[in-house]
């Protein structure tokens, strides 16, 4: 199995989607009454930007950030090397000065503080072994700078995060397709030295808490289970994950209030939430009692082609995306608040686009169209709006 997964970011408290199309796209619910939460859809302005897929992005506070990616096929390709930013404010978007990298596709990003780290990713000479280098941009000084290439060989399709200040590369492959998932990068912006570690199986989710990383990880033998490790790679905790019988399709992991929120999805598909517990930081052996929802879908496709994200948003809402699907739930008792999956019928899959959470919305630019006619990528934004509905009057 390959893990492909598209750009994603956030800041805080964490939210996801994709869409495109349509102004507005209607919510769907479960039969609760009345709904707790709604969604609205808006289009972005035009970006300076072709349209590509495979394209990196962070969110910076203020601006979505976006570089990089690709558009065509295998007999005419084109990678882009250019970026630009877009500011929610005043619906405007700016170019990014010219980065010392090449252009590239599925390139790493994340979201310093002051910083967009740009790594890795895959191009016209390397799209089969990907690229070890990569730069930093400021948008302060509006001013790009080289860092430290890595060790070892390129990966292409894994995933990035920030974790105790400090950028971890994880899943993906290597050169001919050799999995990369079993070594695990990590970058320190303020030596600009990267170090390695391994990890025992091959990972598909991973989600920080502190100066650790929680891990969820298949082992040679098709066992997934659940690591907590340092940024050196020790091993603070493991414990089985509560899969039983069933074929796991996709892997999502978040934490935040000393807990530790895993989402899995079968073939069926169905999603079961377990939670976990931190003590003194350091995760508990054992899970609560499942909670199930037929509708929802996780993220992090085992498979190839979706970005996801799982995210606590309160203690009784987590939210969980497999683009072109939003769901968000209680991961208590399983009820679905949110369920969004109309965004492929408005010709926008979200599947390989830039997606990053502001705190009050989700941005989201480029990626593929889904349409069976017309071109197979989009320079088209969208954001989406999530709010709660006030409560009921009592009258």
Not at 115 to 143: C, L
Not at 201 to 227: H, I, K
Not at 248 to 255: D, I, N
Not at 353 to 365: E, F, K
Request: aromatic letters at 8%.
């Amino acid at each position: 199995m390959r893990l492909t997964v598209g750009r994603f970011a956030m800041a805080g408290a964490s939210l996801i989607a994709v869409a495109a199309g349509a102004a507005v796209l209607a919510t769907k619910v479960t039969k609760s009454a009345p709904p707790p939460w709604t969604a609205a859809v808006e289009k972005l302005p035009a970006a300076p930007l072709a349209a590509r897929r495979d394209v990196s992005g962070v969110w910076t506070g203020s601006e979505l950030l976006v570089w990089g990616g690709f558009a065509g096929n295998q007999a005419h390709e084109k990678f882009f090397a250019d970026g630009a930013a877009y500011r929610p404010g005043t619906r405007s978007w700016r170019k990014l000065p010219a980065a010392p990298l090449g252009a590239r596709s599925e390139a790493q990003a994340v979201w310093t503080g002051t910083e967009m780290i740009v790594w890795g990713g895959s191009d016209a000479r390397h799209s089969q072994f990907g690229v070890v280098d990569g730069a930093a941009y400021n948008p302060r000084t509006d001013k790009w700078r080289r860092i430290a290439a890595a060790p070892g060989r390129g990966r292409t399709g894994g995933q990035a995060l920030m974790a105790g200040g400090k950028m971890v590369v994880f899943g993906g492959n290597g050169v001919l397709g050799a999995d990369m998932s079993k070594t695990t990068l990590v970058y320190d912006p303020r030596a600009d030295a990267w170090t390695t570690f391994p990890t025992p199986g091959r990972v598909f989710a991973a989600a920080p808490s502190g100066d650790t990383l929680v891990l969820a990880e298949y082992a040679d033998d098709g066992r997934l289970a659940v690591t907590q490790v340092g940024l050196d790679g020790s091993e603070l905790a493991r414990t089985p994950a509560p899969v039983g019988d069933k074929a796991v399709e996709r892997v999502g992991l978040a934490a935040a209030g000393g807990k530790v929120y895993l989402a899995l999805t079968d073939q069926a598909p169905e999603t079961w939430v377990a939670v976990g517990t931190l003590s003194d930081g350091v995760l508990l052996p054992g899970w609560a009692p499942v909670t199930t929802s037929h509708a929802a879908p996780a993220p992090n496709e085992i498979s190839t082609g979706y970005t996801g994200l799982t995210a606590l948003l309160s203690p009784d809402l987590l939210l969980l995306a497999g683009l072109p699907d939003v769901t968000m739930l209680d991961p208590r008792s399983g009820r679905v608040q949110l369920s969004e999956s109309t965004y492929q019928e408005a010709g926008f899959c979200g599947v390989s686009g830039a997606v990053v959470w502001t705190g009050a919305q989700l941005l989201s630019w480029g990626g593929q169209t889904c349409r069976p006619e017309g071109p197979p990528v989009t320079a088209d934004g969208l954001s989406l709006t999530v709010a709660a509905l006030p409560a009921p009057s009592r009258g």
